[in-house]
């Protein structure tokens, strides 16, 4: 269980860092509409300024949830010291990289949906 928590701690480092990095172009706004890399949403296809914007905003919120991630993984780590906790912590470091990746998406849909209705209106 233990090397289990290490591991899935590093993996959730790891992850956060690789989010964080993909999000950095999106956030600088530099990212041309395109059909692999970004938040392809159909309602952020609408435009060059609906799509930057929804990539701007997805990616400040996939940074804040990445770090997140990164904090809540070495926090992880402590509970080397208390067994009682490393169910807890073997069961966390599973759900938490899909809760850290799934939100900053529902979040990026629904922003984006609402700006493009907005703009085409």
């Known amino acids: 269980m233990v090397v289990g928590i290490i591991i899935g ?17 999106l956030l600088k706004g530099n990212t041309p509409r395109n059909a692999t890399f970004g938040f392809r949403f159909k ?30 993984s070495i926090a992880s780590l402590s509970v080397l010291v208390l067994p009682i906790a490393i169910p807890v912590a073997d069961i ?3 759900f938490l990289p899909i809760v850290c990746v799934c939100a900053p998406m529902l979040q990026t849909y629904q922003f984006s949906k609402r700006i493009a209705t907005q703009s085409s209106a």
């Open 9 to 25: 701690s590093m993996m959730n480092l790891f992850l956060g860092f690789l989010l964080i990095s993909l999000s950095v172009p």
């Open 92 to 94: 966390g470091l599973i």
């Open 43 to 72: 309602s952020a296809f609408q435009s060059d300024e609906v799509w930057k914007k929804t990539n701007q905003y997805g990616a400040k919120w996939l940074i804040r949830w990445s770090a997140l991630l990164m904090i809540l």
